[in-house]
């Protein structure tokens, strides 16, 4: 039963994490991108539909270029994932979907997945992004 307990408690803690991380992150997106990638580890990588970008530089580079946008958040979801999977490495698995619009270009539905992890420090604990993939998604064709 403890086992339980503490996946609950995990669990109850990915969610509050990830509440917290989609509203910074999108709100950043749209109107402070310059600085989206102070949410990202050094080591991060990101699938954009299919192209692979990794390292600061690269995706400050690839944000810098990308139109402004609009996003709406229509649906989220979370899990802890095992640390027996993240070599002990506090980590959620993140999944939103919803729309967006980049200027000059028509409404788009999306979907995108974050793996955070923990990253502790002795005040507080901060969330960063370790791998993000990006998705549009085209029902039409």
Same mark, same amino acid.
């Given at each position: 039963?403890?086992?339980? $307990?503490?996946?609950?408690?995990? !669990?109850?803690?990915?969610?509050? /994490?990830?509440? *917290? %991380?989609?509203?910074?992150?999108?709100?950043?997106?749209?109107?402070?991108?310059?600085?989206?990638?102070?949410?990202?580890?050094?080591?991060?990588? $990101?699938?954009?539909?299919?192209? !692979?970008?990794?390292?600061?530089? /690269?995706?400050? *580079? %690839?944000?810098?270029?990308?139109?402004?946008?609009?996003?709406?958040?229509?649906?989220?979801?979370?899990?802890?994932?095992?640390?027996?999977?993240?070599?002990?490495?506090?980590?959620?698995?993140?999944?939103?979907?919803?729309?967006?619009?980049?200027?000059?270009?028509?409404?788009?539905?999306?979907?995108?997945?974050?793996?955070?992890?923990?990253?502790?420090?002795?005040?507080?604990?901060?969330?960063?992004?370790?791998?993000?993939?990006?998705?549009?998604?085209?029902?039409?064709?």
């Amino acid at each position: 039963m403890a086992g339980s $307990l503490d996946f609950k408690t995990h !669990a109850d803690q990915a969610c509050r /994490a990830a509440d *917290e %991380f989609v509203n910074i992150y999108y709100d950043t997106m749209d109107k402070r991108r310059r600085v989206l990638t102070k949410l990202y580890l050094d080591t991060a990588n $990101l699938v954009w539909n299919g192209n !692979a970008i990794s390292g600061h530089q /690269a995706l400050a *580079e %690839f944000f810098e270029m990308l139109p402004s946008s609009e996003f709406q958040v229509n649906m989220l979801d979370c899990q802890p994932v095992h640390e027996q999977a993240t070599q002990g490495q506090t980590t959620v698995l993140v999944v939103t979907c919803g729309t967006v619009k980049f200027e000059g270009n028509k409404q788009q539905y999306f979907n995108q997945n974050f793996l955070l992890t923990a990253q502790v420090a002795p005040q507080n604990t901060v969330w960063k992004i370790a791998s993000d993939c990006f998705r549009f998604q085209d029902w039409a064709s």
